[in-house]
């Protein structure tokens, strides 16, 4: 059965500081990968997407992913975090033809001056 | 305007009562889906329609119905509320294997 398991629940970072969100997912197939961001009190943002090709992809606000399939990974980086990158990320698999999509449980981003 | 529309935004209930909630979508997008997340949960599948004929459960079906009225249309109702259904749920359509979603519905069953 297809799964998504974030193992991190919540992580604090200083402001200026690297973060890396973990993800790794269960699915036979190559599957289509996603991260999300929820701010406080908002609807879900997409913020990097990867169907194929190249495995590190680029998103918004200065993120990027990696996609490995030997450790069924597909972990959320950002250089030099911001403090309004403080919310809740969501990491998802969408699974065939992208007809189901499956969440993880979601880390939560704290990041302190 | 938002290119996925959900109504109401928040939403308080008592216990028994029946629920509607209701989301439109200018997008085109034949599937459309019903979430709910709850604190350390995540998103959790309720419903989902591949087309107005077209009706299937998801993982947490159970309390919930749903109506796909048309294309752009598809409702999700709680027939008598209880208050483990205080959650907030959203709507979302997808196309070239890509979810995107409302703004959300906040639900508080008392």
């Known amino acids: 059965a297809q799964s998504v398991t974030q193992p991190d629940i919540h992580i604090t970072v200083s402001e200026g500081a690297s973060l890396e969100l973990r993800c790794n997912y269960s699915y036979g197939a190559t599957p289509y990968l996603f991260w999300y961001v929820q701010s406080p009190g908002q609807g879900l943002q997409l913020l990097l997407k990867y169907f194929s090709g190249d495995t590190l992809v680029q998103g918004i606000k200065g993120f990027e992913a990696e996609f490995k399939r030997s450790q069924s990974s597909f972990n959320l980086r950002k250089p030099s975090v911001h403090w309004s990158d403080a919310a809740e990320y969501f990491c998802a698999v969408g699974a065939g033809t992208g007809n189901q999509f499956y969440f993880g449980t979601g880390t939560s981003l704290t990041v302190i001056p | ?110």
């Open chain 2, 1 to 110: 305007d938002a290119d996925v529309t959900q109504t109401p935004r928040n939403r308080i209930t008592k216990t028994g009562k029946r629920i509607m909630l209701e989301c439109s979508q200018t997008k085109g997008h034949d599937r459309m889906y019903w979430y709910r997340q709850d604190p350390g949960l995540g998103l959790r599948l309720i419903y989902y329609s591949f087309d107005v004929k077209d009706i299937n459960k998801g993982e947490i079906s159970d309390g919930y119905s749903v109506s796909r009225q048309a294309q752009a249309k598809f409702s999700l109702s709680l027939e008598s509320a209880i208050p483990n259904q205080t959650a907030l749920y959203f709507c979302a359509t997808s196309a070239g294997g890509e979810l995107f979603f409302g703004e959300g519905s906040r639900l508080t069953v008392l």
